[in-house]
């Protein structure tokens, strides 16, 4: 009974925020929805300035959870520019969590409503998600030999045309690396030794296609590409080894302590033009990137471990960013719900947002 007790409790510590997070979604969706047929006859960009308003509304609330109610310690090493740039954001790829990673960087830039992503495509089908990512300037591509790149060129095409904000978030290794899939990086490192290029431990062999669109369409609009390294802190077994990084929901149950994230501003001017180059600068990017975690991981002095080299900085993030997105979103939700005509509203836009949804993400890339 006790036992039974324990955890329930336990579970509720990821329970209550994924209900809100994804309770809210609704309300949100159909705010977005009114702004989208609103703004029909208004110029383009009263539409993107008020859907990045919106966005931040709700990913400041999605930060809420992940940083305020995990009381998880941000640690920052290298410089991450205080002002909003166009950027590419490239990063090692380990969980779910890695997406939000990307916001706690992006809010401390005053540029979260800018995230955009490049999601595989199973995502697209997701309920009222990934047709709103679509919708928010998100690229769902496909991977190795089905990968369009026509299809992704146009909509970043798009996006410069219209002068979008941009902070692109992309994971060139394709899939997770995970511990527990030694399938996945053995398949990875024979695949380096085949190419001849360098065996990485701690990440898989980048794929390039992706990042060379994205760098070749928009680098006469990007200011930089940021160049970022996570690590989880409590990821490594009694042995020593390595274990699978952090959930969603392990990480909104506290069991990530602490999150370190090595960030490397980089100039277009140092990036290679041709694919087959940038292929090449982009390994080397990755070697950086092992070479980090092996100290981080397995530096044979135990002082220097679980932590990268260089200044750091403890990043908190105020109540302020987060609180009145949470109460404000919560409040539109908790309102409809009181009424019998806001709940059957409720209702339907999970049901035919979804299916709108589904039906769009279908017929448009």
């Known amino acids: 009974m006790l036992l039974s007790l324990v955890l329930h409790t336990y579970s509720m510590r990821y329970v209550l925020p994924a209900a809100v997070m994804m309770g809210t979604a609704p309300t949100y969706v159909l705010a977005w929805g009114?702004?989208?047929?609103?703004?029909?006859?208004?110029?383009?960009?009263?539409?993107?300035?008020?859907?990045?308003?919106?966005?931040?509304?709700?990913?400041?609330?999605?930060?809420?959870?992940?940083?305020?109610?995990?009381?998880?310690?941000?640690?920052i090493y290298g410089d991450l520019p205080k002002k909003k740039e166009n950027v590419i954001y490239l990063s090692n790829h380990q969980c779910t969590v890695d997406w939000i990673i990307a916001d706690m960087l992006a809010i401390r830039q005053n540029a979260l409503g800018h995230v955009r992503y490049v999601l595989k495509d199973g995502l697209k089908w997701l309920p009222l998600y990934g047709w709103y990512f679509s919708q928010h300037g998100g690229v769902y591509v496909k991977r190795s030999a089905k990968f369009n790149e026509k299809e992704m060129r146009e909509k970043l095409r798009a996006q410069v045309k219209a002068e979008t904000p941009m902070y692109l978030v992309i994971f060139p290794e394709g899939t997770?690396?995970?511990?527990?899939?030694?399938?996945?990086?053995?398949?990875?490192?024979?695949?380096?030794?085949?190419?001849?290029?360098?065996?990485?431990?701690?990440?898989?062999?980048?794929?390039?296609?992706?990042?060379?669109?994205?760098?070749?369409?928009?680098?006469?609009?990007?200011?930089?590409?940021?160049?970022?390294?996570?690590?989880?802190?409590?990821?490594?077994?009694?042995?020593?080894q390595r274990k699978l990084a952090p959930s969603m929901t392990e990480f909104l149950c506290k069991e990530c302590p602490r999150v370190h994230i090595f960030i490397d501003r980089i100039e277009l001017k140092d990036i290679p033009e041709e694919q087959?180059?940038?292929?090449?600068?982009?390994?080397?990017?990755?070697?950086?990137?092992?070479?980090?975690?092996?100290?981080?991981?397995?530096?044979?002095?135990?002082?220097?471990?679980?932590?990268?080299?260089?200044?750091?900085?403890?990043?908190?993030?105020?109540?302020?960013?987060t609180l009145p997105s949470?109460?404000?979103?919560?409040?539109?939700?908790a309102s409809m719900l009181l009424t019998e005509s806001g709940r059957k509203l409720y209702v339907k836009t999970w049901i035919y947002g979804t299916l709108i949804g589904c039906l769009w993400v279908s017929i448009k890339p």
Do not use: C
């Not at 290029?197 to 760098?215: Q, S």
């Not at 530096?299 to 990268?308: I, L, T, V, Y």
């Open 34 to 75: 009114a702004w989208r047929l609103l703004s029909a006859v208004l110029p383009a960009r009263f539409y993107r300035e008020v859907d990045d308003r919106l966005y931040t509304i709700y990913q400041s609330m999605v930060l809420f959870f992940f940083e305020n109610y995990t009381g998880v310690q941000v640690i």
């Open 176 to 240: 997770r690396y995970n511990p527990e899939i030694p399938k996945v990086i053995a398949d990875s490192q024979s695949f380096a030794e085949k190419e001849g290029l360098a065996i990485l431990k701690h990440v898989l062999t980048p794929r390039v296609k992706a990042t060379h669109v994205a760098i070749d369409t928009m680098k006469d609009y990007l200011d930089a590409v940021y160049d970022v390294t996570v690590a989880y802190e409590g990821t490594v077994d009694h042995k020593g």
């Open 276 to 321: 087959m180059y940038m292929r090449r600068w982009l390994h080397e990017r990755f070697e950086i990137k092992d070479k980090l975690l092996i100290e981080f991981y397995d530096a044979k002095d135990s002082k220097r471990r679980n932590k990268f080299p260089g200044k750091s900085v403890h990043s908190k993030l105020s109540l302020k960013k």
């Open 326 to 333: 949470l109460l404000f979103l919560g409040g539109l939700t």
